[in-house]
């Protein structure tokens, strides 16, 4: 994945906390373990339902945190930055997602912030920690990161990881926004779990939104009226999928949780699934293709 040299990076919808010793609560509870806190929190705060059915009512900034985005405007002012640096990469990978979900909805988007944030933070559902991993909050219409969790997916999921697949993980949690604002939470039942349920309806049709948005972020133009992605190779697509794979709930719970596979609990949906939806996505470049409440073949 390469993005064009030459441009300027907007931090504008980026708060960047990880310089202010935020001090959000766990969530989750002591001694899950990343994949313990990350299941619970994604399943909790994703699972459907309007913002008032959200875990908590911490939004905005807590005690001792501030959001400064002065050394990353610094560290992140040209375009090219992004094919060195991480936290630059998902500042035009933002930008390249919200472009294109202003271009495909009008006025029916609104963007929103992502929250860079290390260890712990508040947010609108509830006190998230770096094990949380990538998550959407509807209650405050924010995506919250610690960049460290694509480090994580490497190390502990095993995955071969690189710059496409770190966009294709914030283009979910994007998705996400747009299923919130055009109403798809609410056809979840909060709490539902299994292999065709309406919570991992709701996840597959994320990453179906997800590989739409790869589809076009060639193409696709920022302010400056260029695109901010000049190529994506079948390389990236390839460890894409393998990402997608290795974050099924089939696989978690076979390789990093109890060893057995328990399709009863699925909230995300398999392996299998994750894939299949973010290609359906990416090969027809059509959300409408995405309608994952509206099938009963999920894969």
């Known amino acids: 994945m390469r993005y064009r040299e030459g441009g300027r990076l907007d931090t504008s919808h980026v708060q960047d906390r990880r310089r202010g010793g935020g001090r959000g609560l766990a969530v989750g509870g002591g001694g899950l373990g990343l994949v313990g806190v990350l299941v619970v929190v994604l399943f909790q705060v994703l699972g459907g339902g309007d913002s008032s059915a959200a875990l908590g009512a911490l939004a ?17 002012d040209e375009t ?3 094919n060195d640096s991480v936290e630059c990469a ?12 202003s271009q495909e909805l009008g006025a029916q988007y609104v963007p929103t912030d992502t929250v860079y944030f290390s260890g ?12 949380s991993g990538p998550f959407y909050c509807p209650a405050d219409q924010l995506v919250y990161i610690d960049l460290s969790f694509f480090d994580t997916l490497r190390s502990q999921f095993g995955a071969e990881g690189g710059a496409f697949p770190n966009a294709y993980v914030l283009a979910h949690e994007y998705g996400h926004h747009v299923q919130n604002l055009l109403g798809a939470n609410r056809l979840v039942t909060p709490g539902e779990t299994g292999p065709t349920s309406g919570t991992v309806r709701l996840e597959l049709q994320a990453d179906c939104y997800a590989g739409a948005w ?17 190529e994506i190779t079948q390389d ?3 460890r894409a999928l393998d990402t997608a794979g290795r974050i099924g709930d089939d696989f978690i719970q076979e390789n990093l949780g109890g060893g057995t596979v ?17 290609l359906t996505g990416y090969e027809t470049g059509d ?7 509206a099938t009963d073949d999920l894969g």
């Open 60 to 76: 905005g900034l807590g005690e001792g945190e501030t959001a400064d985005n002065s050394v990353l405007e610094q560290s992140c």
């Open 80 to 82: 090219g930055d992004a």
């Open 90 to 101: 998902v500042l035009a990978d933002i930008d390249s997602i919200q472009d294109y979900w």
């Open 120 to 131: 712990r933070t508040p947010t609108g559902c509830g006190g998230a920690t770096s094990g």
């Open 214 to 230: 790869a589809n076009h972020a060639e193409t696709v133009p920022d302010a400056s009226g260029a695109p901010l992605i000049e």
């Open 236 to 238: 990236d697509v390839d």
């Open 262 to 278: 328990d399709q009863d609990t699925f909230t995300h949906g398999s392996s299998e699934q994750r894939q299949r939806w973010f």
């Open 287 to 293: 959300p409408a293709q995405c309608d994952t409440f």
